[in-house]
């Protein structure tokens, strides 16, 4: 059984850098995708940024492209998420989770999640 936990999220200003991390316990296969997904105040949960974890190739939403980047650890099991130039519109809770099945973007897709870590920015 694979668990996710979330850190890293935390107050920070327009224009700010933060990096988000998730530490997994269990197996990663290869073939899995691991995500980071964001939901903000009043909105749905979305896709910000999955990664392949046998390759390392990075997907992208549109909105983040270009200011986040997204990396994975085998040796320590890890995905974490650079975010550059910040802004106020990136503050939510922000979640990785597990897609065993290959490259994917829908949050229904995926299991398990993490806990979620708060990112908030406001001048």
């Known amino acids: 059984q694979v668990l996710l936990a979330e850190s890293g999220g935390r107050l920070a200003q327009p224009g700010d850098s933060l990096r988000l991390s998730c530490a997994a316990s269990g197996r990663i296969y290869s073939s899995h995708f691991m995500g980071w997904f964001r939901q903000g105040p009043g909105k749905e949960r979305e896709f910000v940024a999955g990664?392949?974890?046998?390759?390392?190739?990075?997907y992208y939403a549109e909105s983040v492209k270009d200011r986040f980047t997204i990396s994975r650890s085998t040796a320590e099991n890890t995905v974490d998420l650079q975010m550059n130039s910040l802004k106020v519109d990136d503050t939510a809770v922000y979640y990785c989770a597990l897609n065993r099945g290959g490259y994917a973007t829908s949050p229904t897709t995926f299991d398990p999640w993490g806990q979620g870590t708060q990112v908030t920015v406001s001048s």
């Open positions: 990664i392949r974890w046998g390759t390392g190739k990075g």
